[in-house]
């Protein structure tokens, strides 16, 4: 059997170092505006407020941290905190909750960790195909509800962030 010549092989060991070194340094990140968060917040509110139903919203950046809180005038305290969750849990799941309401039920699943909501009425933002947030409703009814005012809440900002380009 003949063995390959060194030039041969070296190209071949090199390569993954070299797509390495070709690796950007940094990578630039498409972050949610404050006040796209309170457009957006605002809008949520507004949505709900035309069915009577007065809520509490949570904007998060992609990260999972509270851009915007608002609670409308009589929307129960608790509205703070299950808001800020369903988002929290949107962003980081990137999906709609009420996608994933039956997904976690076993005892110790992740559905069990402190700070994940897995009920209707939060849902991720995404911008030029990139997660950017999420939006999490909380006060109304049902979680279908609190899903809509969401789902409306973003046609508020929805053509905007479509023209965010990379």
Known sequence: MKKAPLAVLMPLLLMPLLAEAEAPMLIKIPRLTLEASERLAHATIAACR????????????????????????????????????????????????????????KPFAVGKVDGLVFSAGGIPIEAAGNIVGAVGVSGAATGEQDEACA???????????????P
């Not at 789902?151 to 380009?165: P, S, V, Y």
């Open 50 to 105: 035309k069915e009577g139903i007065q809520i509490g919203v949570t904007v998060v950046d992609r990260s999972g941290d509270a851009m915007v809180f608002m609670r409308d005038t009589l929307a129960p305290r608790v509205t703070i905190e299950i808001s800020r969750q369903k988002a929290y849990t949107a962003v980081n799941f990137n999906a709609p909750l009420s996608t994933m309401e039956n997904r976690f039920t």
């Open 151 to 165: 789902r409306e809440g973003l046609k508020a900002i929805a053509f905007d962030l479509e023209m965010a380009g």
